[in-house]
């Protein structure tokens, strides 16, 4: 009698239990009816890790856990010390070069042109005189009054004076036509090698100052004043905090009665509020039920990833916060500027 009394009891605990994993699987899982789809999932944001694009030393932070910080708000500075000379003297070198563009743009000026006329002036008269002594000297070695020797140098100075002329000539008219075009072009081409050389100086510099990308919560400090910075050491963690979404798992079964820009009401257990939502993402591809809400019954089953993106002006969801998403069927699309934050993927 007591085997059979406790036989019942056994069998009594076990529909119990069984019946009580069923009502909690349900109720931690998802519901479908006629008119909503109830799902169950965790509140996900993005973040950024935000580092400098340089390698220096970090000499302060303006901001620590916890702070919010808004799109180009400065949050953190490098030291310049080095980088500073650097710009100041390509900045000199830039303008050296422009010096040199504008005379060679601008040509001869009137008082070198000026210079260069008298010079052939000089030049004419000079051989001129050089003509006549020598004219004198034919005339008097036909007498004998000079040597051979005189009447040759007299000949090779009217040769050289003659020369002259030509090349103050020429010196006269290239100061008249002005720099050679080729020269001018060279001339640019290093003014601008050097401004290049002197935006690059300016970049490093800029990069030196660290500024927030987008209205964000700091989430983490990584380094403090006095460590060294590089591009791949973050020095902030920044949470985008609105829109935040809710990750949840739709079965194959209910995909078709979702689409993307539905209208959803989320609620949470911590406030005990709704949010208004609406379905941004509906993942394309099919997985395996994920860990977190596998059971034995779902081990192959098919699901799809979809995010609820809501509105959190008064930063009331954290990252993985449990929430329920309730989609009402048949709603039609939420506006076109509720829906933007949703390309956001």
Not at 47 to 68: M, P
Request: charged share 20%.
């Amino acid at each position: 009698m007591k085997k059979k009394v406790l036989r019942l009891f056994i069998l009594v605990v076990l529909v119990g239990a069984v019946a009580a994993g069923i009502y909690a699987w349900k109720n931690t899982h998802r519901k479908t009816s006629d008119n909503n789809i109830v799902l169950y999932g965790n509140v996900d944001i993005r973040q950024v890790q935000l580092a400098f694009d340089g390698s220096q030393r970090i000499n302060f932070l303006a901001v620590k856990e916890g702070d919010y910080v808004k799109k180009g708000q400065l949050v953190a500075t490098m030291d310049t010390s080095l980088l500073l000379p650097l710009v100041q003297q390509d900045r000199a070198l830039v303008a050296a070069q422009q010096q040199v563009v504008d005379r060679l743009v601008a040509g001869s000026r009137p008082e070198e042109i000026a210079r260069d006329r008298a010079d052939l002036a000089a030049a004419i008269a000079t051989a001129h005189n050089a003509q006549i002594h020598l004219a004198r000297l034919r005339r008097l070695i036909k007498q004998q009054d000079i040597t051979r020797q005189a009447l040759d140098d007299a000949i090779a100075i009217a040769r050289e004076d003659s020369a002259k002329v030509h090349v103050a000539a020429e010196t006269l008219r290239l100061s008249i036509l002005g720099p050679r075009k080729e020269d001018i072009r060279a001339a640019q081409a290093t003014l601008q090698a050097d401004e290049a050389k002197l935006s690059l100086a300016q970049r490093n510099l800029a990069e030196c100052r660290l500024y927030a990308p987008c209205n964000a919560v700091v989430e983490n400090r990584i380094l403090e004043a006095g460590d060294m910075a590089s591009p791949g050491s973050p020095v902030f963690t920044l949470a985008l905090i609105n829109p935040v979404w809710v990750r949840v798992y739709v079965p194959e079964t209910d995909l078709g009665k979702i689409h993307e820009g539905m209208k959803a009401t989320v609620h949470t257990d911590s406030y005990h509020k709704n949010y208004a939502g609406w379905i941004g993402y509906i993942s394309p591809a099919a997985e395996f039920t994920p860990k977190s809400i596998e059971t034995p019954q779902l081990r192959t089953s098919l699901v799809y990833q979809v995010r609820v993106y809501v509105n959190n002006p008064d930063n009331q969801l954290r990252l993985g916060m449990p929430a329920t998403v309730i989609i009402p069927l048949g709603t039609s699309h939420v506006s076109q500027s509720a829906t933007a934050p949703a390309t956001q993927r």
